[in-house]
């Protein structure tokens, strides 16, 4: 029904930088907003950044002013999350989000998940 495709992911030092990219596809009716979720081994997953389809931006604490979510502008099914000054405890697998509806079921909010992208901060 909707595929979630990301890209982006790899090894970079402290301090580095990376691009996660996420493009959605499918039976879209409506995008609530989409966004990313990490997870480190052995940690519940947690909220990076979400934005939402008016552009309002939701981040964890933990990446405030280091992260910045953007949409893609000319297409509202692809976002991107600017990862700085990234730290060690960054690291982990990291999913794109959408939450929206689908056209087989107009009526029902759900959340559609990516298959994840693994973010490995180390020296």
């Known amino acids: 029904q909707v595929q979630l495709v990301e890209s982006g992911g790899g090894l970079v030092q402290p301090g580095g930088s990376l691009r996660l990219s996420c493009e959605a596809s499918?039976?879209?009716?409506?995008?609530?907003?989409m966004g990313w979720y990490r997870q480190a081994p052995g940690k519940e997953r947690e909220l990076v950044a979400s934005?939402?389809?008016?552009?309002?931006?939701?981040y964890g604490d933990n990446v405030k002013g280091r992260f910045t979510i953007a949409g893609d502008g000319a297409k509202n099914t692809i976002v991107h999350l600017q990862l700085n000054s990234l730290k060690p405890e960054d690291t982990g697998f990291y999913y794109c989000?959408?939450?929206?509806?689908?056209?087989?079921?107009?009526?029902?909010?759900?959340?559609?998940w990516g298959q994840g992208t693994q973010v490995t901060v180390s020296s």
């Open positions: 989000n959408l939450h929206g509806r689908t056209w087989q079921d107009p009526g029902k909010d759900d959340d559609y």
């Open positions: 934005i939402a389809s008016g552009g309002s931006t939701n």
């Open positions: 499918g039976s879209i009716f409506r995008i609530n907003s």
